[in-house]
């Protein structure tokens, strides 16, 4: 009978689905309706504070998931030294700007290697927590509306942060990117796959318990974004971490480049190498990207000079090798 009543329910919403996809085709009226009402029902389903003070703040579990946010978020914590050691290793920009600073910590860092290093977050809680170092250096704006003249900035980072930006709002985002961008953009994305220049990825910790084997399963060829009612859900029941937008190597490749942004595996593979030095690869932490814009010059080695490089180990809080 259960599996009488699944067929059923599945039949009933391919066919509503059907339905929708034609009105939607045949009445622009009915489209912006559509969209306007996705928008309204992302906003109820993730909690309208998710990135305020309490996203920082210690937080305890119960049941194995933890409420959204960060079981202690510090500098040494979230491992942004490791980060400004790996664009200042190899890039070596005079200026920078980065993309969901939170409290600034990559600011600070970058800061402490001579980078002129601003950036911006969503969240007013986590740009007034910046230190009095950086603050100044931070605005309050969303990835789809960066406060910069075109082509302002050499270098754009953006660790750990589009994830957190729903599907539909991706293409927009990276096109302000590419937009302020007049070089590289170093990325960190949780993705799951197959990865070209790097450690695959996974969906452990990323779609819910119950549905993990179904998607260990699918084809090699499955891109994502996972639907929001599989992503893995905190205490609270909203998505873990804050992120809504899980999808494959190939699918992120595909919307940079769809903005203009050609992934660069030389780059991605040397800083790679490093993030395996401080054990943030593979199934410990990041999913880097490395992008360009075209016309920029790649460089076959690290701009930093052999002494800048190690004098910036001896600076940075980075983990034990």
Known sequence: ???????????????????LVRRIKRSPRFRRFAE???????????????????????????????ASG??????????????????????????????????????????????????????????????????SRMVVASATNLPLPDGA???????????????????????????VCSGFVVATIPSFGHNDYGPNGWYQGKVRWEVL??????DEGYEGPIPFYDLMRDDEGNPIEGHVTIASFSWWTKMFGDAGFIRTGEVEERMNEDLGRFGLLGDQIWHLYVFRKPGTDVPTTPLARPDEIQEAESMLQLPSP
């Not at 067929?7 to 009933?12: C, H, L, N, S, V």
């Not at 306007?36 to 194995?64: N, T």
């Open 1 to 19: 009978m259960d599996n009488l009543d699944s067929g059923f329910r599945k039949k009933t919403v391919e066919r509503a689905r059907k339905l």
């Open 36 to 66: 306007r009402s996705v928008a309204e029902l992302e906003r109820a389903l993730v909690a309208p504070d998710l990135y305020g003070s309490k996203y920082f703040e210690p937080k305890s579990s119960s049941g194995g998931v933890k």
């Open 70 to 135: 960060y079981a202690e978020y510090t500098r040494a914590k979230s491992n942004l030294d490791v980060a400004a050691y790996v664009v200042y290793k190899h890039l070596k920009p005079q200026r920078l700007f980065d993309v969901g600073s939170a409290t600034g910590f990559l600011l600070e860092a970058l800061g402490e290697l001579g980078i002129q290093a601003y950036g911006a977050d969503l969240s007013p809680d986590a740009v007034h927590a910046a230190s009095d170092s950086v603050r």
């Open 153 to 179: 900035a050499p270098v754009v980072t953006a660790f750990e942060t589009f994830e957190h930006i729903p599907p539909r709002l991706v293409p927009v985002a990276l096109k302000e990117v590419f937009r």
């Open 213 to 218: 084997e179904q998607y260990q399963t699918k």
